[in-house]
């Protein structure tokens, strides 16, 4: 993190802190209606976990590991498991890990993700059995969907740009939010299920604004490309890949 980016970031805590308790709150909350939607939002990761360049599903080419950070339920965790990746996957929400980590699955080509409890941005995680475990590798994947928005400017650049840290020389980290008309950002409700609403933070992006954040935070070290979807409920969504273009796979 660079000096000028931890100085915004310090000076945004008490306000980032308030906002992570909101949502944490939240995705509490959500945790078992995310349960109830994994077979429609897996639906959906098929459309756009895929290669850029090839159009073909993501599959692992060298080691394969696979980092899935704000993994909620662990759905496309175990989506990138059963194409053969070695999976971390890392979530704030206690309840989104403990669903995660008893999600009953199929056996896989991978091995069965590892899932750990923690605030990405502050870096700390833990394991099963409440041990603190860093991540303490690059990753030949690194998928954050639906994440960036959840932080309030700048905080989002730094979530990219330690997402990006984490890119293995030729890897590829995957970004994606739904698309809006104006740039807005607020505590705004999220209905839920039974017909109730909770509070979160996030942020609307247009597609060029959110195509800036990730170049800005990429700068010269990663090739940038993207996709446009829409999900089951007809709601656009923007993808950006950036490969790492170090030894990046021809």
């Not at 976990?49 to 175990?78: E, V, W």
């Not at 960036?148 to 994606?176: K, W, Y």
Request: hydrophobic share 40%; with cysteine; aromatic share 10%.
């Amino acid at each position: 993190m660079s000096a000028v980016m931890m100085s915004a970031i310090t000076a945004l805590w008490p306000d980032l802190a308030s906002v992570l308790d909101v949502n944490l709150a939240a995705y509490q909350a959500l945790a078992d209606d995310y349960r109830e939607t994994s077979p429609q939002r897996l639906q959906h990761a098929a459309r756009w976990l895929r290669d850029p360049q090839r159009g073909t599903p993501l599959k692992p080419i060298a080691a394969g590991h696979a980092l899935d950070i704000g993994c909620a339920d662990g759905s496309h965790a175990f989506l990138l498991a059963d194409r053969g990746y070695n999976v971390t996957a890392v979530d704030f929400s206690p309840r989104m890990i403990e669903l995660a980590r008893a999600r009953e699955t199929q056996p896989s080509r991978g091995p069965r993700p590892t899932f750990l409890e923690g605030e990405f941005l502050k870096a700390e995680f833990f394991n099963a059995t409440g041990e603190t475990t860093p991540l303490d590798q690059r990753f030949e994947l690194v998928v954050a969907n639906a994440f960036v928005h959840l932080f309030p400017r700048p905080a989002d650049e730094e979530v990219v740009r330690q997402a990006l840290d984490l890119v293995a020389p030729g890897g590829l980290a995957l970004f994606s939010t739904t698309i809006e008309d104006i740039r807005d950002e607020d505590f705004f409700p999220k209905p839920r299920m039974d017909g109730t609403a909770v509070e979160r933070w996030r942020g609307h992006y247009p597609k060029d604004d959110f195509l800036c954040l990730v170049r800005d935070a990429a700068g010269d070290g990663f090739l940038i490309t993207d996709l446009l979807t829409t999900d089951l409920r007809d709601t656009s969504w923007l993808t950006v890949f950036a490969r790492h273009r170090a030894n990046a796979p021809g």
